[in-house]
């Protein structure tokens, strides 16, 4: 099954902006338009941020927003704030059929 | 208000078996594909398995593929996840999800339940 990398950890200090990065390949990320993110903050279950690679769930604060480009996709947080401190986790259908999930990020507002 | 709430975790010794339920609210249940997403102690999401609406298109992720059964009951709004011959590596809080945003995301979630796999 395919595999997505994310990077390990991202910080940033307050009201500045961080992106985290989605690859995959051709059979994944680069194929479909079925990328979606989720947030998790420590204990708790996973919050849908983004899905269909762009859209946001109602609810969900404009200051998250993602992009695809070719095989990678990316979640860019702006106004980054206290509250945003979580593990961040792309995932992605594939052309197997089946569903995968980025090893995740830990953000950290510095 | 959509709920979904899993239930049936517990110790499990290695090679035997647990089922586990999700049960849904708040929403036509029917209309719906429900996920099953694990995650270890101290790991990442691992998606597990999918099943669609009306159960007619059923997928597993590879390290469960044979042992695990997804299931549904739509007159009943659940679904099950039948693990048979377990693994310590199948130690984790497994979620229910439902996939009900656009083509793709998982827009609700269960509080997850425990299953540890240990002798």
């Known amino acids: 099954q395919s595999v997505l990398t994310q990077p390990a950890s991202v910080s940033g200090s307050p009201g500045q902006s961080i992106t985290i990065s989605c690859t995959g390949a051709r059979s994944d990320v680069g194929s479909y338009k079925y990328v979606s993110w989720y947030q998790q903050h420590a204990g708790k279950a996973p919050k849908l941020l983004i899905y269909?690679?762009?859209l946001r769930p109602s609810g969900v604060s404009n200051r998250f927003s993602g992009s695809k480009s070719a095989n990678t996709a990316s979640l860019t947080i702006s106004g980054l704030q206290a509250e945003d401190e979580a593990d961040y986790y792309c995932?992605?259908?594939?052309?197997?059929?089946?569903?995968?999930f980025g090893p995740g990020t830990k953000v950290t507002v510095l | 208000e959509v709920q979904l709430v899993e239930s049936g975790g517990g110790l499990v010794k290695p090679g035997g078996s647990l089922r586990l339920s999700c049960a849904a609210s708040?929403?036509?249940?029917?209309?719906?594909?429900v996920n099953w997403v694990r995650q270890a102690p101290g790991e990442g999401l691992e998606w597990v398995s999918s099943?669609?609406?009306?159960?007619?298109?059923?997928s597993y992720a590879d390290s469960v593929k044979g042992r695990f059964t997804v299931s549904r009951d739509n007159a009943e709004n659940a679904v099950f996840l039948q693990m048979n011959s377990l693994r310590v590596e199948d130690t984790a809080v497994y979620y229910c999800?439902?996939?009900?945003?656009?083509?793709?995301?998982?827009?609700?979630w269960g509080q997850g339940t425990l299953v540890t796999v240990s002798s």
């Open positions: 099943i669609s609406s009306e159960s007619n298109y059923i």
């Open positions: 995932s992605s259908y594939t052309l197997s059929g089946v569903y995968v």
């Open positions: 999800a439902r996939d009900g945003a656009g083509d793709y995301g998982f827009d609700y």
């Open positions: 269909d690679v762009t």
């Open positions: 708040g929403f036509t249940f029917s209309s719906y594909s």
